[in-house]
T-cell receptor, first 110, second 114 residues
Framework: QKEVEQNSGPLSVPEGAIASLNCTYS??????FFWYRQYSGKSPELIMS????GDKEDGRFTAQLNKASQYVSLLIRDSQPSDSATYLC??????????FGQGTRLTINP | ETGVTQTPRHLVMGMTNKKSLKCEQH?????MYWYKQSAKKPLELMFV???????ENNSVPSRFSPECPNSSHLFLHLHTLQPEDSALYLC?????????????FGPGTRLTVT
């Protein structure tokens, strides 16, 4: 079983600051990387996907991928209280299977 | 209806009961998945169906039985469950695009086994 590691947190960030979430993975051949946001009592929601080394920006979110170091990160700029959630990192294993990390709980403090 | 829907949203069942969870996707996807989410554990993949064929069975006990009658519907039949099977059961769907499968989740069924 391939592994995806995340710090479970909680990670507390003041409102307006940058939240930085990190994820490492064990399978060197993985090609697709995803970040999901999960509010308490809700299902995971796909917010970012990244497939190439470097940065990918979407609004306040930036995903960063470094395949040589086997890590992927998510930056949230201008953090809002509504960003408080658990963030799940997922990495592909084969064509259709995703392996999920245990998630990082993020709290944005007003 | 849009996206991925699941019914029921909540289910309480005894260990001797038989019940079924239903998932329907309205996205035109060709792959569907069942996941189990327990407290303090990562999401666990249970089953994968691609073009209505089961392509993954992740060492799931036989008391869980999936069924995929067409590309839009997925069922999970439950019988003689154990209390440790209490969890959030999530359905997801995806469509292959340039070799990548982005998965979209339904709202889940919260299952309690008594």
């Amino acid at each position: 079983q391939k592994e995806v590691e995340q710090n479970s947190g909680p990670l507390s960030v003041p409102e307006g600051a940058i939240a930085s979430l990190n994820c490492t993975y064990s399978d060197r051949v993985s090609q697709s990387f995803f970040w999901y946001r999960q509010y308490s009592g809700k299902s995971p929601e796909l917010i970012m996907s990244i497939y190439s080394n470097g940065d990918k920006e979407d609004g306040r979110f930036t995903a960063q991928l470094n395949k040589a170091s086997q890590y992927v990160s998510l930056l949230i700029r201008d953090s809002q209280p509504s960003d408080s959630a658990t963030y799940l990192c997922a990495v592909n294993e084969g064509a259709q299977k995703l392996v999920f990390g245990q998630g990082t709980r993020l709290t944005i403090n007003p | 209806e849009t996206g991925v829907t699941q019914t029921p949203r909540h289910l309480v069942m005894g260990m001797t009961n038989k019940k079924s969870l239903k998932c329907e996707q309205h996205l035109g996807h060709n792959a569907m998945y069942w996941y189990k989410q327990s407290a303090k554990k990562p999401l666990e993949l249970m089953f994968v169906y691609s073009l209505e064929e089961r392509v993954e069975n992740n060492s799931v006990p036989s008391r869980f039985s999936p069924e995929c009658p067409n590309s839009s519907h997925l069922f999970l039949h439950l019988h003689t469950l154990q209390p440790e099977d209490s969890a959030l059961y999530l359905c997801a769907s995806s469509q292959e695009l340039a070799g990548v499968y982005e998965q979209y989740f339904g709202p889940g069924t919260r299952l309690t086994v008594t």
